[in-house]
């Protein structure tokens, strides 16, 4: 394996922890990177170059992990959060499963049409409009003074009411946490809260997937290219530890307003490329 190669795995590792937690949309950044640039598929093959995108996805959660371990390990019960309410009333493991639960169900049921007809420069850049659109309209008609600022103060119909908005990110480019972050904001939650509740949530719905598409394409790793998911898995997840504590300072200053042009003007600058 040359350097070149592991430089790939670096700079595909540094975009997908950049942007998988920012409402940008992780996936839409590797398709343009990989599709129009680095093209991994050429190198390793169409099902390795496929679960090596899962193994950096796996690095991003890993982070989450280490960021908010403590939550995480009190929602199985190995850790006790002290947030000042009685415990029948604090977020608990059925929160994050309420939430899960319509994307889990949709993602599975269309997983196949997904791959087939939304994997593409063009659709992602729809995505990136109509993602930004929703983030837009989450800060100009969201609650002025939101009712819920703690993840304690989150109800399971506020839980499910954001899982069904996360559905959207289904799309290719439109961003998870985009998504959530908006429909939590538009639904009565501040804007840390609505994100800590987007990683929180993450973390059992992106490794669950990816650990299921790793089984499926086990066959197609090769001793060959271990360093190549290595480096990538280790980028992924230096780069995504920046990135969420960068983000969870910044969302609560400036809101979603920022991210949405950049996605506008990425958007617009791909239409050019792809379209003219």
């Known amino acids: ?19 998988e937690f920012a409402p940008v949309s992780s ?38 992990v280490v960021v908010f371990w403590k939550r995480l390990f009190s929602l199985v019960g190995l850790y006790k959060v002290d947030s000042g309410v009685k415990m029948s009333e604090s977020f608990n493991l059925l929160h994050v499963i309420v939430g ?16 087939d007809y939304l994997f593409g420069v063009e659709t992602v850049i729809y995505a990136l409009v109509a993602g930004a659109l929703l983030m837009i309209a989450a ?85 060959d290219d271990i360093g190549f998911y290595v480096v990538g898995f280790l980028s992924a997840f230096v780069f995504a530890l920046i990135s969420i504590r960068f983000f969870l300072k910044l969302i609560s200053k400036v809101k979603l307003m920022p991210f949405a042009i950049y996605r506008i003007v990425l958007a617009a600058i791909l239409a050019v490329i792809v379209f003219l």
């Open 27 to 64: 996936t839409g950044h590797l398709i343009i990177v990989d599709d129009m640039w680095l093209k991994t598929e050429e190198f390793l093959g169409k099902y390795p170059a496929i679960t090596f995108k899962i193994v950096i996805q796996l690095g991003s959660i890993l982070a989450v």
């Open 139 to 223: 800060d100009k008609f969201g609650p002025k003074k939101p009712r819920v600022q703690t993840l304690d103060q989150i109800t399971y119909k506020q839980a499910f009411t954001v899982g069904l908005v996360q559905c959207l990110s289904l799309w290719p480019g439109f961003s998870r946490s985009g998504a959530t972050i908006s429909g939590g904001v538009l639904f009565g939650m501040n804007h840390r809260t609505a994100a800590d509740f987007t990683f929180i949530m993450a973390v059992p719905i992106m490794m669950g997937a990816s650990l299921v598409s790793v089984m499926k394409n086990w066959e197609y790793m090769s001793m």
């Open 100 to 115: 899960m639960l319509p994307a889990v169900i949709l993602g599975f049921a269309f997983k196949d049409l997904i791959d």
């Open 1 to 19: 394996m040359e350097l070149f190669d592991l430089i790939k795995a670096l700079i595909l590792g540094f975009v997908e922890g950049m942007t």
